[in-house]
């Protein structure tokens, strides 16, 4: 599947952002989605994950009940709504698909599929 993530941008500090992920090639419903992001200086990291089949979602530490992930299967789509920006959510967002019919990974070796990835800068 191939997958095209958008929707970075700079941002003050209490902000928002919406990223977009577009899957295409295979059937986007079968794949269960993950969010991760790079920034300078650290390891990649999981941020948020939904299931294929939108029954499960699951988030990190530092951005659970921040923020929150959903997909449209039916226009394979996976957002990531990211309200409350702070500085050190600065990086680079990646979408990952893993499956087909996986469950959510936090980690990076299981996702098969990468998106390209959008950069969130969050000014202070």
């Known amino acids: 599947v191939q997958l095209q993530a958008s929707g970075g941008g700079l941002v003050q500090a209490g902000g928002s952002l919406r990223l977009s992920c577009a899957g295409s090639g295979r059937p986007f419903s079968q794949f269960t989605m993950g969010w991760f992001r790079h920034a300078r200086g650290k390891e990649r990291e999981f941020v948020a994950g939904i299931s294929w089949n939108v029954r499960s979602t699951s988030y990190s530490d530092s951005v659970k009940g921040r923020w929150t992930v959903s997909r449209d299967n039916a226009n394979s789509v996976v957002y990531l709504e990211m309200p409350s920006l702070k500085p050190e959510d600065t990086a680079v967002y990646y979408c990952?698909?893993?499956?087909?019919?996986?469950?959510?990974?936090?980690?990076?070796?299981?996702?098969?599929?990468w998106g390209q990835g959008t950069q969130v800068t969050v000014s202070s």
């Open positions: 990952a698909a893993t499956g087909p019919y996986s469950g959510i990974s936090f980690n990076t070796e299981d996702y098969t599929y």
